[in-house]
């Protein structure tokens, strides 16, 4: 009804001007972008006052930073950036001897990435505080962050995937995190992969990987794959409740298209999403009826009590085919090559967003049994069942927007889907399938986020936008724009604009969760006692330097506010330095940090009871100065020291040492 | 005396072993950048608390590491509450007033003795600073309060008996209130 009526005052504005002719008349022209009003006591309802926290932790994806950003909410203040897929030379991650190898692949150190979605981990289909999970979409990678240290855990890289984009959803119980590929590519041996692009059809095969995190340590391991014919999978979200054991995928491109999916991979009325019997694939895994095949893979895992990383290489992966397995596959058509795919918090309804489509269907869990039980196929798609889609179908939410992409739930039946084409979230009635409230975002919105709105458990309170575009919102900034999120109250029947608040990348996906459920497990340092890294000094009795051919290791304190040793001579020109530096500090919220000049890597951050090393090759003759980066005590600035490097042929011998006052008399 | 007195006389005493396992005394420190606060406890043989954290930030003024082994304290001062244990129950057992009186007079000298021991220390540290400090401030010396508040340049200090300190001021007042009664209610001995 809202468009007609705007068309109609548009005209007759139009026809206005022309007789009136006067172009500075209010109302003839359009006024420019419509700014949401908010209400007064929205102010208030973001406040948190200074000194206090914030009740939800809000864990956005970094995007092309391939980080994870961790702010606040309601405030919306930004509290951390967590480094993950890419480097990070403010604090040496991916730098330090130690980290580089948390970024180890098959392709090599890969130092970068582009970062999707975030999932935390869950106990009973609840959301519980320990992990959070992302993906690295372009080097095909699951990171798992560990909550008490908000640090990266463990990174796993997934063999015959292309592009990790229906990933890292997760199980109720964190059994496993699933990882479906966007790009179907052919597998196998080099020969089986060097094949024509255009046998797609023959050669491409898609698959998605069930991976398991270690309950204790977070070290991750492939479980199995469930190879599929080629084709792009999209999104994912586990079974819960009655549909427990299943496991729900977005796919498109079913034209089989391999160039132009633009206009190739939009030609079809409907795509699919893929339901996995995830609990049939565990015990066909268990009963040895996979096949092994190539799939060269890292896992790198972090040990804090090392301080060190840890590689595992595999060689092969194990994989189902569907083919093999009757009732481990089934396809439902859904509308428009859909993207999110998301399970209500009953369980019993799955959302396909369509992001071609201009309706939402709503499967049922209950009928898309009777339909496998029924048989109540429409035919085969590559040898794997398609069930009818009437005969699956709870319904369709008819012209709820357009461009549907994503659906998020509260607590009280209701669901919110995000419309990116007409820029709106979308309040409506899941067993109903009627439209309640609609809201603007500013603008075309991608994902959405509910506290707990994925899990069995919605928090509700609010619904947070995670906006592709922000144009006008915020102070300009040259042509590159800040990235933004939008905070809605949906306390009331009518969904609420609190705050706009700028996020750093570009925020695809989010989680958010309640700060009581993840502050307990904050850990506050490293204990020294503790410490196994090799070259560990305990003690600054323990400080020492060795050469060891052309390496010299020094092993070497901090404290406030001083390095041991901090005069180190003997070096020569071809030598390479490995600084294994101990932060010697007991208390929270000591770090420091060390850099030196001409460093070609990074500076390191050293939190209390942690050795880093860092590589340090002298370019030139002379005496280097290092220093503490981090404001560590009102001598800060004192916390200092020297290096002299002498050419390649000198007899100065090796020493380091720190020299107190009473030596000097 | 009175059973009931003797057996109040024995308890009292007993009640002293309790000071070989809980802290006896504290001090809590507070300042804008330690919201959390430090504390350190006196036990009847060594410190607890956040005693590292306390000599990290007193070595900026010059004062002494503190560390268990430089009191010669920690070693009597078991063997003294011990000491003081056993006395008290013969007193007890012995029933006469006078062992009671004599009981107060040392309990009493044992309290002067520890809190005039304390205020040396204090002093001590407060005092014998470290020429050589990163920050001297003209006229400042920082012997922590003997009993109650002290402000110390950002800090907030603050000496208070903690479980062990409360319990020997207990003893005391039941010592002493058994000697009242005594006196009133029983003058026959």
Redesign the interface.
Known sequence: MKRPLLLTGTASGVIACAFVLLNSLPGCRPSGTTKSVVTGDAASKVYVKPGTHDEFYNLVSGGFSGQLAVYGLPSGRLLREVPVFSVDPETGYGYSEETKGMLTTSHGFIPWDDSHHPELSQTDGIPDGKWCFINGNNTPRIALIDLGTFRTNSIIEIPNSAGNHSSPFTTGNSEYVVAGTRFSVPMGDDASRDVPIKTYKENFKGNVSFIHPEPETGKMSIAFQVITPGMNFDLSHTGKGVSEGWFFFSCYNTEQAYSLLEVNASQRDKDFIMAVNWKLAEQLAKDGKGKRVPGKHHSNWWNEKTHSSETTVYEDVLQLDPKDHPGLVYFMPCPKSPHGCDVDPTGKYIVGSGKLAALIPVFSFEKIQKAIAGNEVEGDFAGIPVLKYESVLHGEVKKPGLGPLHTEFDANGNAYTSFFVSSEIVKWNVEKLEVVDRVPTYYSIGHLCVPGGDSKKPWGKYVIAYNKITKDRYLPTGPELTQSAQLYSIDGDKMELLLDFPTTGEPHYAQAIPAELVKPREVKFFKIEENEHPFAAKGEKDTKIERRGKEVHVWMTTIRSHFAPDNIEGVKLGDEVYFHITNLEQDWDVPHGFAIKGAANAELLLMPGETQTLKWVPTRVGVTPMYCTDFCSALHQEMQGYVRVSPANSNVPLTALTVSVDAEL | MKPISRIMIAVAALSLLVLLFVPIWRIDLQAPQYPEGLYLQIFADRFAGDV??IN?LNH?IGMGHIHDDMFPEFAVLPKLLMALAALGVLAALWGKRWALFMGLVTLSLFGLWALWDMYRWGYEYGHNLDP?A??KVEDMTYQPPLIGHKQLLNFDAWSTPDIGGWVLFGVMALLIGVYIMEIRFNPHK
Request: overall charge positive.
């Open positions: 590292e954290k990290g900026y050589r990163a920050i």
